[in-house]
């Protein structure tokens, strides 16, 4: 009987669906200036790509290399990024509209903090934010998890138990 290998298409959905679950509960409790969590995320992130990496490894029976087990956390995080820009997108516009509207107000209320900013400059980057908002925010999650997903793929890979098989080594025995 042949060995199942779970597909990097099934690992994206799941982890990408652990951090669309995440990120609700930190909008739904209003959670977003908690700082540790977003490192929570992150580390969640890059520990569901190593277990995958090891997964893959071990669903391989060890017989691949470092690059075959980079490239399959890569694939992974690609397809949780697809996942994290489709949500964001979906989020920002449909599902939490308001959303942009409070991160802005916590914008506003940092920048009041500094007082070398004026009230005109305050304005000008509210008004340069709100314009922004939405390539900002995708360019931060393709940038920001293929950057996880990278961290993740290269311990994951490194961290894999591997004997690859040299396929120019002839076999002597006869």
């Given at each position: 009987m042949e060995k199942q290998i779970t597909s990097h298409i099934?690992?994206?959905?799941?982890?990408?669906?652990?951090s669309?679950?995440?990120?609700?509960?930190?909008y739904i409790f209003n959670l977003y200036t908690t700082q540790w969590l977003s490192w929570l995320s992150y580390a969640i992130l890059v520990g569901g790509i190593i277990y995958g990496n090891i997964l893959f490894a071990n669903q391989?029976?060890?017989?691949?290399?470092?690059?075959?087990?980079?490239?399959?956390?890569?694939?992974?995080?690609?397809?949780?990024?697809?996942?994290?820009?489709?949500y964001t997108v979906l989020a920002l516009y449909v599902l939490f509209p308001d959303m942009v509207d409070k991160?802005?107000?916590l914008s506003r209320t940092e920048m009041?903090?500094?007082?070398?900013?004026?009230?005109?400059?305050?304005?000008q980057g509210m008004t340069m934010t709100k314009k922004l908002f939405l390539p900002f925010a995708v360019a931060g999650a393709i940038f920001g998890t293929g950057f996880?997903?990278?961290?993740?793929?290269?311990?994951g890979a490194a961290v894999a138990k591997k004997n690859?098989?040299?396929?120019?080594k002839q076999d002597t025995a006869q």
């Open positions: 099934v690992k994206g959905a799941i982890l990408g669906g652990i669309i679950l995440f990120s609700i509960i930190i391989n029976d060890n017989n691949v290399s470092f690059g075959n087990i980079f490239a399959h956390g890569f694939k992974t995080t690609a397809v949780i990024i697809v996942i994290t820009v489709l991160i802005i107000e009041l903090k500094n007082p070398n900013m004026t009230d005109e400059m305050i304005e996880i997903g990278a961290i993740g793929s290269l311990i690859p098989v040299d396929p120019f």
